[in-house]
T-cell receptor, first 110, second 114 residues
C-alpha cells in the first residue's frame, strides 16, 4: 500500500455542484494532515489543515477518519475558480517526514 | 512580508553538468524542505533541514544529490553529473517549525537537462 493515495481524477463537475474526494494513508501513527491546492504551473498552497474533529472553512469541509485511515475534502457550491489539483499531505510522524499524494485534479465546468 | 524565493526560476543544462539551486526561506523559519515534482505527480520529498542540519535526507535519489544550509537560512541543492531524468520542478518550502506546521512554498526552479 502506498503511503498516501489519492484518486488522480480528473473530476469534471458542473459549477454549483458539491464534490468530495478522499485520500488514504498507510501509517496509523500519522498525526498531521493537510489539504493543499496547486494551480497549473504554480506552487502548492495550503488550503486547510485537517483536525480530528473535522473543520470547515466557508465552502470547504475537511474530515479525518482514523479508523479507516483516510481524510476527505468536500467542496460545496463549486466555483470555476476551484479548478485545480488538490494535494493530500500527511506527516508520517517518522522524523516529521511529510508525504504528498499525487493529487486529485478537479475541473469545474461552466 | 517576503515569501520563499528560489533562484533561478529556470535552468537549462546539458547532461553531465553540475547545477546549484538556491532557496531563500521565510525569515525565522527553522524548517526547510526540498521537493521534486514531475509533470502530473505530487511533490516528492527529497530532504529537510531543521536549522543547519539535515534532519531527514532519505528522499535524495542517489549520491549525485546533495543539499546544504550552512547558516540555518539559505539552502542550496546541488546536483552533480546531471541526467535527463533529473528534469523536473524543484520546490523549496519552509515552515516555522517542522512537521505539524504549515509549509510555505517557493515558486520552484524548473530544471531541464538536455
Amino acid at each position: 500500500r502506498k503511503e498516501v493515495e489519492q484518486d488522480p481524477g480528473p473530476f469534471n463537475v458542473p459549477e454549483g455542484a458539491t464534490v468530495a474526494f478522499n485520500c488514504t494513508y498507510s501509517n496509523s501513527a500519522s498525526q498531521s494532515f493537510f489539504w493543499y491546492r496547486q494551480d497549473c504551473r504554480k506552487e502548492p498552497k495550503l488550503l486547510m489543515s485537517v483536525y480530528s474533529s473535522g473543520n470547515e472553512d466557508g465552502r470547504f469541509t475537511a474530515q479525518l477518519n482514523r479508523a479507516s485511515q483516510y481524510i476527505s475534502l468536500l467542496i460545496r457550491d463549486s466555483k470555476l475558480s476551484d479548478s485545480a489539483t488538490y494535494l493530500c499531505v500527511v506527516n508520517m510522524n517518522r522524523d516529521d517526514k511529510i508525504i504528498f499524494g499525487k493529487g486529485t485534479r478537479l475541473h469545474i465546468l461552466p | 512580508g517576503a515569501g520563499v524565493s528560489q533562484t533561478p526560476s529556470n535552468k537549462v543544462t546539458e547532461k553531465g553538468k553540475y547545477v546549484e539551486l538556491r532557496c531563500d526561506p521565510i525569515s525565522g523559519h527553522t524548517a526547510l524542505y526540498w521537493y521534486r515534482q514531475s509533470l502530473g505527480q505530487g511533490p516528492e520529498f527529497l530532504i529537510y533541514f531543521q536549522g543547519t542540519g539535515a534532519a531527514d535526507d532519505s528522499g535524495l535519489p542517489n549520491d549525485r544529490f546533495f543539499a546544504v544550509r550552512p547558516e540555518g537560512s539559505v539552502s542550496t541543492l546541488k546536483i552533480q553529473r546531471t541526467e535527463r531524468g533529473d528534469s523536473a520542478v524543484y520546490l523549496c518550502a519552509s515552515s516555522l517549525l517542522a512537521g505539524t506546521d504549515t509549509q510555505y512554498f517557493g515558486p520552484g526552479t524548473r530544471l531541464t537537462v538536455l
